[in-house]
């Protein structure tokens, strides 16, 4: 008994400390999952996980689906047909009287066959002739290219949004810093300041200006915080994680603004064959001739062959499933030919609305190729512009911070007035943003010119 006992303490205990150690593992597991990405890094994972790139990839899997469906519909097809009737009431059919030695104009009513019949039969059918599938074959490839030239514009769009939120999240972060330091500066300022007012050393408006400009950089400072935590949110969304994971980004906004200085992508022509919006243009009017064919070939013969064998059985009961049952077999070879013949000008109206659409999408075609050039244009003007202005933000920051700590200094002297060092504070401040905007402006506007020209 003593035995049992311990034993049983024993396999509790065991059992309660491995349920406590596969707990806290989990749980440190938890604790640890943690994600850290350079920007390549965050957009090889958001193609691969975002949800957005999951479906396109079902898409591309759908239409190679669908284009096999379309091959099949010109290959042999078998169906089985199984069918049993039991005739709970008989007709009855009428025969002359005569033929059974009756008088004339006399009939005998008369039950033909048995009341119960089942039959199995196969059919084989072969489409022999039809335009309209042969332009359904090459329907189905170009559904397939336009899909790729979809999934492959859904993987430009991602890119691009990875590269922007990627950017925000460093601007939100870089924000948060600066206006942190700003603040810590403000409050040593205004501390000092408040001790030689209270000391009569200094006068009260000195003491306001830098109340009002610390109550500023603190709403600046809260705002920017809860932007860090969205920005963050939105590139896990985009990347296709839960908003919340704890997500740790490994590049810094200066760094990653250098790499993004490329004047070399200035230079390269525009090969409109791989932009993707020309791309997807042109699967439109690929797709718009096929249909001018298809209506076409609705002109055209259709030939059909089929091949039909059955078994048939009766019986004044139920007993279909005995060997001593017997089947009377049949088999039926046949063609089927169409031809269209007239149509009281209907085919010819859908042969012209076709020719129609070719003409619009044609039209449109060469629209989108104008509109790209322009996009090209634009967006070379725009990236040149983003690095003049990075230049500039970047020199216009220093100054700022040189004027800023002069009139500290002539502040602390009793050489400059609070309403100037407030103003030099507010163009540092300016400045700062300006310079961290530049930076996000240089790495949007690349990835732009980039996704013109489908270059990664």
């Known amino acids: 008994m003593t035995l049992s006992k311990n034993f049983k303490a024993n396999f509790m205990r065991n059992s309660f400390l491995a349920l406590l150690m596969l707990f806290t593992t989990t749980w440190s597991y938890a604790q640890e999952q943690t994600y850290s990405f350079t920007l390549e890094e965050a957009i090889n994972y958001a193609l691969e996980n975002n949800y957005g790139a999951i479906n396109a990839d079902r898409d591309l899997l759908d239409a190679q689906k669908q284009k096999w469906e379309t091959i099949a519909t010109g290959l042999p097809q078998i169906d089985g047909a199984v069918s049993y009737q039991n005739q709970l009431k008989q007709p ?18 008369i039950v033909f066959g048995q009341p119960q019949t089942a039959s199995a039969t196969a059919t084989l059918k072969q489409q022999i002739f039809d335009g309209s599938y042969l332009v359904g074959i090459q329907a189905a490839k170009t559904f397939i290219a336009y ?26 972060q870089e924000s948060v810093a600066i206006l942190e330091k700003n603040k810590i500066n403000l409050e040593k300022n205004l501390f000092e300041t408040q001790k030689l007012f209270e000391n009569g050393l200094g006068d009260e408006e000195s003491v306001e200006q830098l109340q009002i400009t610390l109550s500023s950089v603190e709403n600046n400072l809260k705002n920017a915080i809860r932007l860090k935590s969205i920005t963050l949110q939105m590139l896990n969304l985009i990347m296709g994680l839960d908003v919340d994971s704890p997500t740790q980004l490994k590049e810094n906004l200066s760094d990653l603004a250098q790499k993004q200085i490329s004047l070399d992508l200035l230079e390269e022509d525009m090969v409109m064959d791989n932009n993707i919006d020309f791309k997807i243009g042109t699967n439109l009017t690929q797709q718009r001739e096929l249909e001018l064919k298809l209506q076409k ?33 049949s088999s039926v070879l046949g063609l089927d030919l169409h031809i269209p013949i007239f149509s009281s000008l209907g085919r010819s109206a859908k042969t012209a609305r076709a020719k129609i659409a070719l003409e619009k999408a044609r039209t449109q075609l060469s629209e989108t190729e104008q509109n790209i050039r322009l996009q090209h244009k634009t967006a070379k003007s725009n990236y040149l512009f983003s690095i003049e202005e990075y230049n500039t933000a970047q020199e216009n920051l220093a100054l700022a911070e040189r004027i800023e700590n002069k009139n500290q200094i002539k502040y602390t002297e009793g050489l400059a007035s609070s309403f100037e060092l407030r103003q ?23 990835t732009e010119l980039e996704t013109i020209l489908n270059e990664n």
Do not use: C, H
Not at 165 to 170: E, P, R
């Open 147 to 172: 899909s790729n030239n979809n999934k492959e514009k859904t993987e430009l769009e991602i890119r691009k949004s990875v590269v922007e939120s990627y950017g925000n999240v460093l601007l939100s």
């Open 92 to 109: 009855v059919s009428l025969l002359p009287g005569e033929l059974a030695g009756g008088e004339p104009g006399t009939f005998i009513p």
């Open 297 to 329: 070939s609705l002109a055209l013969p259709t030939l059909n062959a089929f091949v039909n064998y059955g078994s048939t059985s009766y019986s004044d009961k139920f007993n279909f499933l005995s060997n001593d049952t017997d089947w009377f077999d």
């Open 424 to 446: 030099a504070q507010t163009q540092l401040y300016d400045a700062q943003q300006q310079y961290l905007q530049s930076m996000v402006d240089v790495i949007n506007r690349k």
